[in-house]
């Protein structure tokens, strides 16, 4: 896949290239990460869609948070990028957990890592999903729409999909530098603490380091993966 990573994806010397891997192949598998560095990799992209187990076991992700947690310290311990990717708005997240994602990613040191896109993107449904065979989705789902070739959903509490709204148009823009990642991160956790009547903070003052260092992390040039 492309990338854009300053200096290391154009003009260099070697090879370099990324990968996507399940967090569960990069625990099965964590003694190959190092190869995969030596070898140009610059970074993994993983679909870990969310930090809640309930919804990972929904999605059938064969992961769990702390397996996901474990998958970022393995990567960061070898010198390689770990980029998550999120369904963020789904019919089970809640504001609080719609916060906890934010607040682990923050925790984690992951906010250069994640495209702005990945805080709004929306579970879409198409025909034929598994998802469709459990119970508690047709609890969500319209008619099937032949013009989005999706099953429409509206989330039980009006406010996710205010929320939604609202972050999609935050970062539906070309932020592609690491400084337009922490500012949209800031104005997402802005927005959420605003439809959730909490008092307004600064995300970056409630980790113990501080702001983390914003050197360029290597990243697709198409964030809409997922």
Known sequence: MPCASSQSCTGASRLT????????????????????RDAGCLFITSAVEAVDDRILEIFDKRHTREDFVRAVSLCREVGLNLNPTFVTFNPWITLAGYRDLLSTILELDLVGNVSPIQYAIRLLIPRGSRLLELPLVQEFVGDFDPEALAYPW???DPRMDQLHAEVLAVVGG????????????????????????????????????????REPIPHLSEPWYC
Not at 189 to 205: H, I, M
Request: aromatic share 8%; net charge negative; no cysteine.
């Open 17 to 36: 290239y990324d990968v996507i891997v399940k967090v569960e192949h990069l625990l099965k598998h964590a003694g190959h990460l190092a190869t995969l």
């Open 154 to 156: 509206t989330h039980p």
């Open 174 to 213: 070309n932020q592609t530098t690491v400084e337009d990642r922490y500012a949209t991160f800031a104005r997402v956790w802005e927005l959420t603490e605003a439809v959730s009547g909490a008092a307004p903070s600064d995300p970056f003052a409630l980790v113990a380091t501080g702001v983390p260092s």
